[in-house]
């Protein structure tokens, strides 16, 4: 746009300075100097209009590149500088400040001042052929000489604004990292503290639930329920399951990434080995660009949650797992049918609940919501259905 203003501005000033330049030659008599005019006028458009498309057609941040445009310039500032020491045409040395400003702005040092070098030059031998007077002599080479002056000052500008705003990118940029940095070091932080705490409770909690196994099989009698070694053994398999859970988190929170196709795949198997149902997963889409490991984990634990509600609410009906990696997010589908009263009963089993009392979806979606995603459920066509998605 302020290219197209730029152009606009020196449109208006090529029209200006034809008209005062014909103007003011109209009373002088038919000859070559008149022609001389005309014919350097002439030639200064066509060049201001090929150097128009060339720089209109250049990208914004892509600099002068080629010798077309030094060499158009070079030849303005030659034709606008012998005529202008013409009787009458003093103005079109205004065509040749145009061509020294932008050279010495927009192009290289060496190139901007060999098209002042040729203005200047070229008002001289317009000055000596003409017989000018020491106004033309040295005045009209003072004025591009300026001209040239304000293009370097116009560069400066330029270059001093791409520094900033350079300077600016590179601080935000570093800002950023330091945020980053802050980041990791608080999750490392957590990790250690989740691995010294609860890993370490885990651990000691299968060690004496093992040992009130053995206790247990040293007993014998009425007094002792059947039941106990295959409570004991699922207790003890719930803490070693949560042990392995807590060291996923704090892999995951130290920057590992989980493969979330593979934690999927072992939730699903674990859902149909413990509970007795039928399940499968299905993965879609390319999973070529894969998340960061915190929304993988959370993926992870949805699903979890989602098969601890199925087993709860609707134990021995078939699950449907579905990873769909889409262009801009990933969604994570869990579907089961819901039990209908003329179903038989399920199996005979331990109560399922979550392990924070209920309250696992509304955590979840939380988590959720804070990287960008979204969880729904939705109970219709007589299936129950949960969808997670997160931006990829």
Known sequence: MLRLVSWAIRGLAFALIGLDTFVRSTGLP????????????????????VWAVLDLRRPEDEPVQGP??????????????????????????GLAALVVIAAGSDLPLAAGWTVAAVGVLAVQVGALVSG????????????????LLAGHNRRTH??????ADLLLERAEELRAEQRRTAVLDERARIAREIHDVLAHSLGALGIQIQL???????????????????????????????????????????GGDVPLPDGLAAAVTEYRSRHGAPARLEVRGEVGATLDPEQNL??????????????????????????????HHVALTVSNPLRRPGDAPPPAGPTVVTVDGGYGLTGIRERLALLGGSLRTDSADGAWTLTAEVPR
């Open 68 to 93: 077309a445009v030094p060499v158009l310039l070079a030849t303005v500032a030659a034709a606008s500088g012998v005529a202008c020491a013409e009787p009458g045409a003093g103005t079109m040395v």
């Open 212 to 254: 009130a196994r053995a206790l247990a099989a040293q007993e014998s009698g009425p007094a002792v329920d059947p039941r106990l070694p295959e409570v004991l053994e699922r207790a003890q398999r719930m803490a070693s399951e949560g042990l392995v859970e807590t060291r996923r988190a704090v892999h995951a929170l130290r």
């Open 30 to 49: 038919e000859g070559t100097g008149r022609a001389a005019i005309v014919g350097a006028y002439l030639l200064c458009g066509a060049c201001l209009t």
């Open 158 to 163: 330029r270059i001093r604004a791409e520094q």
């Open 132 to 147: 000018a007077g020491h106004g033309v002599f040295l005045g009209y080479p003072l004025l591009l000489a300026v001209a």
């Open 298 to 327: 959370h993926l992870l634990r949805t699903a979890q949650e989602a098969l601890i509600n199925v087993a709860k609410h609707a134990p021995g009906q078939p699950v449907a797992v579905t990873l769909d990696y889409q262009e």
